[in-house]
């Protein structure tokens, strides 16, 4: 960074938090606040507020997945699993044929299952994802 002071405000935490818990990425955050994406990852990096934000964000950005996915598996929303799936491999890292992240048992027509079946696929499908938060 070339001795010029550092753009980052700490008011760039809620900010952050806000952005990414509509589903938003921390790289088009940078977008924002009108700095590179290198400029906030080196924030993430740098400025431990900035990082414990981050990670706030993350996990609110998966709970709003996750809820458009029970929402989609109970049949409350209309909409294409397969696009859900795809953002979850996409931006989440689930993946096929993985034994922590399988999301295989997901990919199904769920208009054609009953109602509680939707719930314990997309339940089972969450479990995976929580077991390996955990072990991460």
Same mark, same amino acid.
């Given at each position: 960074m070339s001795g010029q002071p550092s753009k980052y405000k700490s008011e760039f935490c809620e900010m952050l938090i806000e952005?990414? @818990?509509?589903?938003?990425?921390?790289?088009?955050?940078?977008?924002v606040v009108c700095v590179s994406p290198d400029n906030v990852r080196s924030w993430r990096k740098t400025q431990p507020e900035f990082k414990d934000a981050y990670k706030i964000g993350c996990a609110k950005r998966l709970e709003l997945y996750e809820k458009i996915g029970l929402q989609l598996a109970t049949g409350k929303i209309k909409g294409n699993s @397969?696009?859900?799936?795809?953002?979850m491999k996409a931006f989440f890292k689930y993946r096929d044929n993985d034994p922590v992240n399988n999301v295989t048992n997901v990919q199904v027509n769920y208009d054609s299952l009953p109602e509680e079946q939707k719930l314990k696929?997309?339940?089972e499908a969450l479990k995976q994802?929580?077991?390996?938060?955990?072990?991460e």
């Open positions: 952005h990414m @818990s509509k589903g938003l990425s921390f790289e088009t955050f940078a977008n @397969s696009v859900w799936i795809f953002a696929v997309l339940q994802l929580e077991q390996k938060e955990l072990a």
